[in-house]
């Protein structure tokens, strides 16, 4: 199985943008690949599993950010 890095690259980064707690968490995080690109996630949190679920991805931090929002507006 083939790494997703290079053995001299580093390990992406991550940091939390945005976190929004309407009628369920989410959030939109960012995520500083070790090849120098980027990426927000957008992830909603499942509280049955306590763990972050993928929801979405784009290069672009406003449409991220408000599509975490509009997630966190619907109840699970």
């Not at 960012?30 to 980027?38: F, Q």
Request: hydrophobic share 40%; glycine share 6%.
């Amino acid at each position: 199985m083939r790494s997703l890095f290079a053995s001299s690259s580093k390990p992406p980064v991550t940091s939390d943008a945005v976190v929004f707690n309407y009628q369920r968490p989410t959030r939109a995080r960012l995520i500083a690949l070790g090849t120098g690109g980027r990426l927000w996630l957008v992830e909603a949190f499942d509280p049955l599993h306590k763990v972050w679920v993928w929801q979405d991805e784009s290069n672009n931090m406003e449409q991220a950010v408000e599509g975490a929002r509009r997630l966190s507006l619907f109840p699970s």
